[in-house]
């Protein structure tokens, strides 16, 4: 079946470092997306990998193994205003959304 | 330049009724697609349109059609409304980029509650 699993909520300090995992199981893959999405907004585009390795852009950095099934969101130098929900999508056979990761980010 | 752009912004229905939800795609881009979200889940890809016609379709039952206009921009129809209908309703744009849509820009989304 086609799957993507993601925590469902993860708490971390203003200044730190949080990395959250995404493991996928999808019939085609032509990419994998990262989202933020704030409480009541759309989602907001993050990044895209669809080769492995890290795709680094500022304060966040996107990995992707390919033969694993895996990719990871990093977020360094963690803001107040980063607390919101990071959604793990896949584009295959369609675009598949996990149910997102809500992060809370505490002074 | 206008970001995606969708409405209404809320809506109230009866189960059974219609609804027709609107979307104006980012300017440039060519590919529309709608998306379910219901509270605290992801979004669930309902169907994507380009060039006029529906190129990708989710799990959803017939009862959700949709459209796309020369203009790009897109409707969303939704017959014998459920409860379980009740969700935001997001639709995203993306320019095509050889087989594979790379960045979709979402709307605000319509907010849907179904009585």
């Known amino acids: 079946g086609q799957n993507i699993d993601q925590p469902t909520e993860m708490t971390a300090t203003e200044g730190a470092i949080v990395q959250i995992n995404c493991t996928y199981q999808?019939?085609?893959?032509?990419?994998l997306f990262w989202y933020q999405q704030h409480a009541g907004e759309a989602p907001t585009f993050l990044s895209y990998?669809?080769?492995?390795g890290l795709e680094e852009k500022g304060r966040f950095s996107s990995f992707l193994s390919r033969s694993k099934g895996y990719s990871y969101l990093l977020l360094k130098e963690l803001q107040m205003k980063d607390s919101a929900s990071y959604l793990c999508?896949?584009?295959?056979?369609?675009?598949?959304f996990g149910a997102g990761t809500r992060l809370t980010v505490k002074p | 330049d206008a970001g995606v752009t969708q409405s209404p912004t809320h809506l109230i229905k009866t189960r059974g009724q219609q609804v027709t939800l609107r979307c104006s795609p980012k300017?440039?881009?060519?590919?529309v697609s709608w998306y379910q979200q219901a509270l605290g889940q992801g979004p669930q890809f309902i169907f994507q349109?380009?060039?006029?016609?529906?190129?990708q379709r989710g799990n959803f039952p017939d009862r959700f059609s949709g459209h796309q206009f020369p203009n790009y921009s897109s409707e969303l129809n939704v017959n014998a409304l459920l409860l379980g209908d009740s969700a935001l309703y997001l639709c995203?744009?993306?320019?095509?980029?050889?087989?594979?849509?790379?960045?979709?820009?979402f709307g605000p989304g319509t907010r849907l509650t179904v009585t």
């Open positions: 999508a896949v584009s295959g056979n369609d675009m598949r």
């Open positions: 349109y380009y060039e006029e016609e529906e190129r």
């Open positions: 300017s440039g881009h060519d590919t």
């Open positions: 990998n669809v080769l492995d």
């Open positions: 999808t019939s085609g893959f032509n990419g």
């Open positions: 995203a744009s993306s320019l095509e980029v050889g087989q594979n849509p790379y960045e979709q820009y």
